[in-house]
């Protein structure tokens, strides 16, 4: 059974830095693509970053460009999402799901909902 695990999130003020976890159990990753999302009170899920762990190919959305590094250690099966600069409007339940292949990475937006496996969030809010 295929189980994701984010882990990393917390309270920061604005301006600081967290780094989220997304560990796989049940299955060793390949070809998959990984992406976080976060959902903030009241808004729809927004894709925030994806990476291909066949190549470690990467996408972004542009409200964090330069901000979010996504990574992947494949020996811990994990994928990271290192947050520097946060801003108050990052504010949100973050997930991290998995979906088999490379086609869900060409875009930080498309296909949302053919990720077939999902975590349970992390929290992360931030402070002015």
């Known amino acids: 059974q295929v189980q994701l695990v984010e882990s990393g999130g917390g309270s920061v003020q604005a301006g600081g830095s967290l780094r989220l976890s997304c560990t796989v159990f049940g299955y060793t990753y390949s070809n998959e693509c990984m992406g976080w999302f976060r959902q903030a009170p009241g808004k729809e899920r927004e894709g925030v970053a994806r990476?291909?762990?066949?190549?470690?190919?990467?996408v972004y959305a542009d409200s964090v460009k330069g901000r979010f590094t996504i990574s992947q250690d494949n020996a811990k099966n994990t994928v990271y999402l290192l947050m520097n600069s946060l801003k108050p409007e990052d504010t949100a339940m973050y997930y991290c799901?998995?979906?088999?292949?490379?086609?869900?990475?060409?875009?930080?937006?498309?296909?949302?909902?053919?990720?077939?496996?999902w975590g349970q969030g992390t929290q992360v809010t931030v402070s002015s």
């Open positions: 799901a998995a979906a088999f292949g490379p086609r869900l990475c060409s875009s930080v937006v498309r296909g949302q909902t053919d990720f077939g496996y």
């Open positions: 990476i291909y762990t066949g190549s470690g190919t990467t």
